[in-house]
């Protein structure tokens, strides 16, 4: 990170492609900036300004917390690139914000904070603070860090703010939150079918369908698992990978359906209980099935690279939707295209309004379970990471083909139909 100048006022300068500010209307003399900032150019002497913050973040044991850190985090190690684009920035107060304009736009800004209590982060403690552990890292490779560095995050600044305005900008902007897309379905009602057909099963309240509520699990997961079993858009010959960590897509196609004569949502959300047990099943199943297939499981690094996957910290997982629990941390990356292979065990039927499995999947998963986890295997093995298993169109194909396979020498599917799904 940038050095800063070790007198007091506390100042420090940066290279910046462009800055622009305009007066606040109402304050004497303040005014209002935006910029975008290397993450490597932010200096850690700014954990210092942090008392006009409001929510400063949660650490455990030297630790951060939290779920907004932890996506905070795993945007910076995974996609940087999007960190300016997915990301609010952090809102600054300080004393003088001083642009030296160069050739382009480009140019060098400084900033003066004289007074802690006066200056300092108002908002964004969280990204500041993950920014921070992410380049701080001692278990990350040069790589990894490399990758980190790529990252710019968008600074807000506020200049000759009274003292009497501070409390009140730290408190609207720390309140402010839009509202997303799911919060809103939610109020439309769309997801009361699934709400419906969830009562009373294991896993009930563990789905949460809009932002604050109790669940562990959004709403957009469940989404994307249902979609892993659309016959009716997605065949043999397209799989729906393109829908993983894709949020927005699953989101938007979600939201196609519904104003469909056709919704193939409406087939789907009866076999949703069964569908998680089945999620969960995969999770129960996979570490004990590439053991057996001489695979050091525990020893792979899924999600957080510092992490393995049979580590201390993992042990007594509950699973979601069955009561089983897991010592295992096994990856979204290969229970989705693993779970998208039963979408070849659907006689899909939209005349009856829903579809039925060719073979009971309690009977089908310790059929295929050895042949599903031997192609996430192999995949990861090629020198895909185990998160991103799931972003090939390979993966999904050959599990579903492992499936198919299955039930063509079953008897279940003749060969005319396997060349049709």
């Not at 701080?136 to 560095?149: I, K």
């Not at 969830?198 to 896993?203: A, R, S, W, Y």
């Not at 393995?308 to 229970?335: E, Q």
């Not at 895909?384 to 194909?397: D, G, H, I, K, N």
Request: some cysteine.
């Amino acid at each position: 990170m940038a050095s800063a100048q070790a007198t007091s006022p506390f100042v420090f300068t940066f290279d910046t492609e462009e800055y622009r500010s305009i007066p606040i209307p109402g304050i004497k003399n303040a005014k209002q900036g935006m910029c975008f900032i290397k993450v490597t150019d932010l200096p850690q002497e700014l954990d210092r300004f942090m008392e006009v913050n409001p929510r400063v973040p949660k650490r455990s044991k030297d630790t951060l917390t939290g779920p907004v850190v932890a996506g905070i985090l795993k945007t910076l190690r995974e996609s940087p690139e999007d960190m300016a684009l997915k990301n609010q920035g952090i809102y600054l107060l300080v004393d003088r914000a001083e642009f030296v304009k160069g050739t382009g736009g480009r140019g060098r800004l400084t900033l003066t904070f004289a007074n802690p209590s006066l200056h300092g982060i108002v908002n964004g403690g969280h990204t500041f603070a993950a920014i921070c552990e992410a380049l701080s890292d001692e278990d990350a490779t040069s790589d990894e860090l490399d990758q980190v560095s790529k990252a710019y995050v968008r600074l807000h600044l506020m200049e000759g703010v009274p003292q009497d305005k501070v409390s009140d900008i730290a408190e609207g902007l720390n309140k402010s939150k839009p509202v997303d897309n799911p919060s809103l379905m939610n109020l439309q009602g769309l997801f009361d079918d699934i709400k419906h057909v969830m009562k009373d099963h294991h896993g009930e309240n563990v789905i949460s369908y809009h932002q604050g509520d109790s669940g562990s699990i959004y709403v957009t997961d469940i989404l994307t698992y249902m979609e892993m079993f659309n016959a009716q858009d997605f065949k043999r010959s397209k799989h729906p990978f393109t829908l993983y960590r894709n949020k927005a897509s699953t989101l938007k196609l979600f939201e196609a359906h519904t104003t469909q004569p056709n919704n193939p949502f409406k087939l789907i959300v009866p076999k949703l209980p069964e569908i998680l047990e089945l999620s969960d099943r995969i999770r129960l199943l996979t570490p004990k099935k590439a053991v057996e297939l001489n695979f050091e499981f525990g020893r792979m690094k899924p999600g957080n690279k510092k992490e393995r996957a049979g580590s201390k910290n993992n042990r007594g997982i509950k699973l979601a939707f069955i009561p089983d629990t897991v010592n295992y941390r096994v990856p979204n990356g290969w229970v989705l295209p693993m779970l998208a292979a039963f979408r070849a065990n659907v006689n899909w039927r939209p005349s009856t309004k829903g579809f039925e499995w060719h073979v009971p999947i309690e009977k089908l998963l310790p059929m295929v379970i050895g042949d599903l986890v031997s192609v996430c295997i192999s995949q990861h093995k090629s020198g895909l990471p185990p998160e991103e298993v799931a972003s090939r169109e390979a993966s999904f194909a050959q599990c579903y083909d492992k499936v198919l396979l299955r039930l063509a020498l079953m008897g279940k599917v003749g060969t005319s139909e396997v060349d049709a799904k």
